[in-house]
């Protein structure tokens, strides 16, 4: 079993509709449970910037700011982390618009976000990703990469080097400047960047497969087969520095089509995660609406198995709504998966009932309008 990272204490001021909020929690998984609106969904917004990025909204942070706070919003953690007990801190100063948050490590200011993966990795389900197969392959992409980056966070550091590099290639076809010598320096950067990243996904994409074929008859889930479609298909076993040339000559090729389409055409930025549903062999996009829901449903957790096996650390579950349309059967499954997995999961709903079969697997808290009982 991987060890168990778990969060003990949490504060929050002038986050979303809690203007102070303190929970202590006991290692086991959280229940939060309360009205519609009542702030769950909050509180586990709150727990997802325990890992870089905006969060499991991807919200502005002039929006976290409760409104009517007078400046900005901050969020405390204790935990017990992948380098033992830690305190981290994050917020922003201000309710004005900004696209930095600091953040606070055992009181020292951290250089990036980055250093949270040292501590712990959070990974998450809501329900706004149920239209994750039906939807934009941006949404998939994203989703993808999160994925990636829970087990590599360097692929982070890849992906916005490679659209900041792609960004200066587009401007410099769109104004027209076509200086081979500087373009081709961009691309070369391009390449190796975008080659990285293709090879991390690919690479995660397999560990993931592997795992869903090793636990098959096991999960009460349909599993997912999973294939990256979109950029160098088929071509992943060649050698990286192969791929490399041939995505830098494709590049360097595609020059005056990409100043006229005004972006550039072919990339990592243009893969897409294409999922089937293994035992009906169907795209996941074609099957039910509840058919989806309990594939991502596995999938989610797949990924989440292996991380804690790959890191030796179970990472934090954020299951928004989790136990909504399951029937009691597949619920109580969902729940003996998820436990598990050896982590602490936080787990919402509006209806205590419906989580009783985690009976004292479970910390059971409410959550109304903005505060948290225990
Ligand atoms: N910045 C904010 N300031 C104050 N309230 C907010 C802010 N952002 C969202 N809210 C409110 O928080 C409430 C609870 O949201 P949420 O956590 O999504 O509820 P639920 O318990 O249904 O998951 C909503 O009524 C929403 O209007
Ligand atoms: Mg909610």
């Known amino acids: 079993m991987p060890h168990k990272v778990s969060l003990s204490r949490l504060k929050l001021i002038d986050f979303r509709n809690y203007a102070a909020a303190s929970l202590s929690l006991d290692g086991r998984h959280a229940v939060l449970t309360g009205d519609n609106g009542a702030g769950k969904t909050n509180l586990m917004e709150a727990v997802s910037l325990l890992s870089p990025g905006r969060g499991m909204r991807r919200a502005a942070y002039g929006e976290m700011t409760r409104v009517g706070a007078t400046g900005g919003f901050s969020i405390f953690a204790a935990l017990d982390g992948m380098e033992g007990e830690v305190e981290i801190g994050t917020g922003v100063e201000t309710g004005e ?26 990974l998450w389900l809501t329900p706004a990703m149920d239209g994750l197969f039906t939807g934009a392959s941006s949404d998939r992409r994203r989703f993808l990469d999160r994925l990636v980056l829970s087990l590599d966070p360097a692929h982070g550091r890849r992906a916005s080097d490679f659209e900041r590099a792609m960004r200066s290639r587009n401007k410099l076809l769109d104004e027209g400047r076509f200086d081979p010598s500087w373009l081709a320096g961009i691309e070369e950067q391009m390449a190796s960047l975008g080659i990285a990243m293709a090879l991390a996904r690919q690479e995660m994409l397999g560990l993931l497969t592997r795992l869903i074929e090793e636990t098959l008859e096991s999960s009460p889930f349909p599993s997912a087969s999973l294939q990256l479609s979109g950029f160098m298909d088929g071509q992943y076993s060649r050698p990286s520095v192969d791929l490399e040339d041939d995505y830098a000559a494709m590049l360097a090729e595609s020059r005056y089509r990409d100043a006229g389409a005004r972006r550039t055409l072919e990339g990592p930025h243009r893969a897409d995660l294409i999922v089937h549903h293994r035992e009906k062999a169907m795209e996941a996009e074609r099957c039910s609406t509840g058919e989806q829901k309990a594939l991502l449903v596995g999938l989610v957790l797949a990924h989440a198995r292996l991380v804690g096996n790959l890191t030796g650390h179970a990472p934090i579950l954020l299951l928004d709504e989790i136990a909504a349309h ?26 205590r009932t419906m989580f009783s079969a985690l009976a004292d697997r479970a910390q059971f ?10």
């Open 326 to 351: 399951l029937d009691e059967g597949r619920r109580a499954a969902l729940f003996d998966l998820i436990d598990g997995l050896g982590g602490q999961a936080f787990m919402t709903g509006t209806d």
């Open 97 to 122: 618009e900004t696209t930095a948050r600091r953040l606070r490590i055992n009181g020292t200011p951290a250089k990036t976000a980055d250093e949270l993966t040292d501590h712990l990795r959070v």
């Open 365 to 374: 808290l409410t959550v109304a309008d903005g505060r948290v009982f225990g």
